[in-house]
């Protein structure tokens, strides 16, 4: 008698290697999104956080109310209040000293916008 595997049985362990991977690649493939997303929700809170403390630290340069401030990340790395190489996770890049964070004051409500 022939060792081995016969054509139907080969072709079973395909469809059934078929079938797992249909259901598993598209849950990796959302798992990496949802990954990516709170890795950059994360920066971006850093960052907003950062700037929060620098102007509790500096309250003469904070918005008076229905005023819009600017604060530049170069600011804030000559401040210490971030880190020098911080990476921005989607462009992979040290975060610009150009970019700038948006402090708005609506009526007693301070806004942090982080704007790449």
């Known amino acids: 008698m022939n060792k081995g595997f016969t054509l139907v049985e080969l072709l079973a362990v395909l469809v059934i290697l078929g079938t797992i991977t ?3 690649v598209p849950n990796v493939i959302t798992t990496n999104q949802k990954m990516a997303e709170n890795d ?3 920066f971006k809170n850093t960052v907003e956080n950062a700037a929060e403390i620098y102007m509790e630290t500096h309250i003469d340069q904070k918005p008076v109310a229905g005023e819009t401030k600017h604060i530049s990340i170069k600011t804030l790395k000559d401040a210490g209040f971030i880190n020098s190489n911080l990476i ?3 462009t992979k890049n040290i975060i ?10 609506s009526n007693g409500t301070i806004t942090y916008t982080y704007n790449p």
């Open 22 to 24: 249909i259901i598993a």
């Open 40 to 42: 950059y929700n994360e």
């Open 88 to 90: 921005n996770p989607q």
């Open 96 to 105: 610009s000293d150009t970019d700038t964070i948006t402090v708005k004051n």
